[in-house]
C-alpha cells in the first residue's frame, strides 16, 4: 500500500512539474516581461530596435523643392525660376548702356571741319585778326601759324618768332583759336603798298606730307590794304595774347 502511496506522490509531482514549465513558457509570450533564456546573447535590449531604420529627411529647402546648394541641375546660389529682379540691375562693373559717341580721336585744323573769319582791328592799327572755330564733331589742333595768302601772292609773309605759344592750340567742338596779321607798317612808308580782296589761308598739319584743306574767308568789301610789312604770329588759344601783339 506504501508502493501505491509512493506512485501517486510521483505521478503528482511530474503533474505540477509539467504546470510549471507550461506557465512558465505562457509567461515569455504574454509581454509580461519573463526573460527568454534561450534568446541569443547578441539580441538588442528591450526597447531599442535592434536594427535602426533611418527616418526619412525632409527637403532643406522651402516650398518650391529646391535644395539648399541650389536647384537640382543648377549651380549653387542660381535661380531655378530664371532672371532674378536683381540680375536686372546694372552693377558697378556693368554701365549702363549709352547713346554713340564720337570716336574722341583728334584730328588736324583745317578748312573742312572749321569756320575762318578774318576782320581788321581798330586797336592796334593796321592789324587783322583771324578766328578760327571748331565745326567739327571732334577735337582738333592748330599747328603752326597760319599762312596767308592775299589774292595771288606767290609767297606768304614771315611769323613772329617772339609769339610761339608753350603748347599746340587745341580746340574742342566750338571751341576758337586765333592769329594776328600785321597789314602794313604805321607810317605808309613801305614799299609795294596794295590793296587785296581775296584771302586764303593755308592750315599746317601735324607732317609736312599731310594734305590739309585751306579756309577762304571774305575781307571787307574794299579789300584790305598791305605791304611789305606784312607778318603774322602764331596760332594762339587765348584772344588776349593777340590782342597784345
Known amino acids: 500500500m506504501s508502493s501505491n502511496r509512493n506512485s501517486r506522490t510521483r505521478l503528482v509531482t511530474a503533474a505540477a512539474t509539467v504546470a510549471l514549465a507550461a506557465l512558465s513558457l505562457t509567461a515569455c509570450s504574454d509581454g509580461t516581461g519573463a526573460r527568454d533564456e534561450g534568446a541569443s546573447a547578441g539580441s538588442s535590449p528591450a526597447g531599442s530596435p535592434a536594427a535602426s531604420t533611418p527616418a526619412s529627411k525632409a527637403p532643406a529647402s522651402g516650398s518650391n523643392g529646391a535644395s539648399a546648394n541650389g536647384s537640382e541641375g543648377t549651380p549653387n546660389g542660381a535661380s531655378s525660376t530664371g532672371t532674378s529682379s536683381d540680375d536686372a540691375k546694372p552693377t558697378a562693373n556693368t554701365p549702363a ?129 598791305i605791304d611789305d610789312s606784312l607778318k603774322v604770329t602764331y596760332w594762339q588759344q587765348s584772344l588776349d595774347d593777340v590782342i597784345a601783339w
Open 97 to 225: 548702356s549709352k547713346g554713340p559717341a564720337s570716336s574722341g580721336k583728334a584730328v588736324t585744323c583745317q578748312g573742312s571741319n572749321t569756320k575762318t573769319v578774318a576782320a581788321p582791328l581798330t586797336r592796334p592799327i593796321n592789324h587783322m585778326l583771324l578766328t578760327v572755330t571748331n565745326t567739327g564733331s571732334n577735337t582738333c589742333y592748330l599747328y603752326g601759324y597760319p599762312a596767308v595768302q592775299f589774292g595771288e601772292a606767290q609767297s606768304v609773309p614771315p611769323v613772329d618768332e617772339d609769339t610761339h605759344p608753350q603748347a599746340v592750340v587745341t580746340l574742342k567742338p566750338g571751341e576758337s583759336g586765333y592769329a594776328s596779321v600785321l597789314l602794313s607798317g604805321a607810317d605808309g612808308s613801305t614799299a609795294n603798298g596794295h590793296t587785296e580782296k581775296s584771302l586764303t589761308v593755308h592750315f599746317s598739319g601735324r607732317s609736312d606730307n599731310e594734305n590739309v584743306a585751306p579756309a577762304h574767308p571774305s575781307l571787307p568789301a574794299d579789300g584790305m590794304y
